[in-house]
């Protein structure tokens, strides 16, 4: 494996090397902070971490936050880190959460764009970060930009679509009945994303929901229609007590949206609907 990973690695090298020597302006293209949540996914994490060194637009830092992880995580980072330095590793002494760990990683950025990546998803093309950093440029109302996604299974195999939609006035409409932006798939303003305040701590899950509806109240968002970012689903044995208890938090997010938002009784509706689900079946 450390061969294959030095050899993809060293190629990487000289791409950057031949790309800084023939375009001067890379020097001056805007940093992106790729960030990297990981716990215990020493499996998973190398895919995450080569569809981050692959990419195209080569003006990145790839921050990976070890949330107190009890595999051999810190030693795999540290063999990419040996091969390529924009990496840089935060090993967390205690479990933070996801939410506040988002926030460290968002402290330990320096770029002006933020990407997140979770450590069992994956990009798909190397020209993913070039066409949405194109985009942002392009259109410099917009304050973040997704892309469509595949789901795969535990053998990275596809299993199912996420087609979001991609214009803004569309993805208002339907916000809060479902959201629109794939987590993996974010490229983010990060000075936008810190005007808010990061990602709102009272959350430990929907986080990623809750930061990118209270974002959009007053700046645009969009995605690519391409299929650029592949996302896990693992089976999760989640008890209805605890679906009952997520779907709660659910609901309190797109309450405190309802002002930003058309839909927002079909969209409570709904939730309502699978809290009831959640309740037949327990019982």
Known sequence: MDKDIKKEKNENKVKVSTLHKKDPIEKIAPKISVQIITKNRVKLLPLAIESALSQTYKNLEIIIVDNNSTDRTEELVKRYISIDNR?????????????????????????????????????????????????????????????NTIIVDSQNQKIGEIVNQTEWLKIREMFLIKNQITHSSVLIKKDYLMMIGGYDEKYEIWEDYATLLKMAHENKIANLPEFLTAYKKHDQNVSNFNKIKNLGVLAQIIF??????????????????????ALFKKY
């Open 87 to 147: 990496i840089k590793y935060f090993r967390l002494v205690e479990n933070l959460g996801i939410t506040k760990t988002r926030n460290f990683a968002l402290s330990k950025s320096v770029g002006s764009y933020v990407a997140v990546l979770d450590s069992d998803d994956f990009w798909l093309t190397e020209d993913k970060l070039e066409k949405q950093i194109d985009f942002l440029l392009k259109n410099p109302d917009y304050a973040a930009v997704g892309t």
């Open 256 to 277: 405190d949206n309802r002002k930003f938002y058309p839909k927002f009784l079909t969209a409570m509706f709904l939730v309502l609907l699978r809290i009831v689900a």
